[in-house]
């Protein structure tokens, strides 16, 4: 059975950083890309990042570019979000997700909150 | 603003069957046969329920069927249940800097 497991949300400053984690188990983690989908109190999902298997690969939203870094370890099964200067609007639920390569994501982790404020 | 559009709540009585759209555009759900559709519970994580426009995962009832003309993608719930009331989201594959992109949500209502 897939599980992803986030952590590191919280409530933090605007400006400054914090850094998620996201622990995979049930499936061979180095062979699939990952991404990170967040989503506002109330409102709709956004796709933040995407990571490919070999970590070689990055993808962002125009809204956090320049801003988040999506990075994995594959010997720890364990995909990260770095947030800097962080803003009010980047205050939402982050969840971790597994990519089904065509557009779609298959398995998620329960999401960890990050309020800005 | 999100990039596809859904309507905001549609409803149905039980048994009865109810379809919700997701209009796109030419470069996302126009271009790509990667249209995806899940069910998310209050306070909960979202669940893959479509994916490639109509086929579903191992688990998801027959009941849940989904389709593509042009730039729109829809989602069909037949013989509604209870457990069916959530909210869904449709997505789309959208390539380049947007890479996938969502639609606003439906709530689905279960009279």
């Known amino acids: 059975e897939v599980q992803l497991l986030e952590s590191g949300g919280g409530l933090i400053q605007p400006g400054r950083s914090l850094r998620l984690s996201c622990e995979a188990s049930g499936f061979i983690f180095s062979s699939y890309a990952m991404s990170w989908v967040r989503q506002a109190p109330g409102k709709g999902l956004e796709w933040v990042s995407t990571?490919?298997?070999?970590?070689?690969?990055?993808y962002y939203a125009d809204s956090v570019k320049g801003r988040f870094t999506v990075s994995r370890d594959n010997s720890k099964n364990t995909l990260y979000l770095q947030m800097d200067r962080l803003r009010a609007e980047d205050t939402a639920v982050y969840y971790c997700a597994k990519y089904t390569g065509r557009g779609g994501f298959d398995s998620w982790g329960q999401g960890t909150l990050a309020t800005v404020s | 603003q999100s990039a596809l559009t859904q309507p905001p709540s549609a409803s149905g009585s039980p048994g009865q069957s109810v379809t919700i759209s997701c209009t796109g555009t030419?470069?996302?759900?126009?271009?790509?046969?990667?249209v995806t559709w899940y069910q998310q519970y209050p306070g909960k994580a979202p669940k893959l329920m479509i994916y490639d426009v109509n086929q579903r995962p191992s688990g998801v009832p027959d009941r849940f069927s989904g389709s593509k003309s042009g730039n729109t993608a829809s989602l069909t719930v037949s013989g509604l249940q209870a457990e069916d009331e959530a909210d869904y989201y449709c997505?789309?594959?959208?390539?380049?800097?947007?890479?996938?992109?969502f639609g606003g949500g439906t709530k689905l209502t279960v009279l």
């Open positions: 997505g789309s594959y959208a390539g380049g800097n947007n890479f996938v992109v």
């Open positions: 990571v490919a298997a070999s970590g070689t690969y990055t």
């Open positions: 030419s470069g996302d759900i126009g271009a790509y046969t990667y």
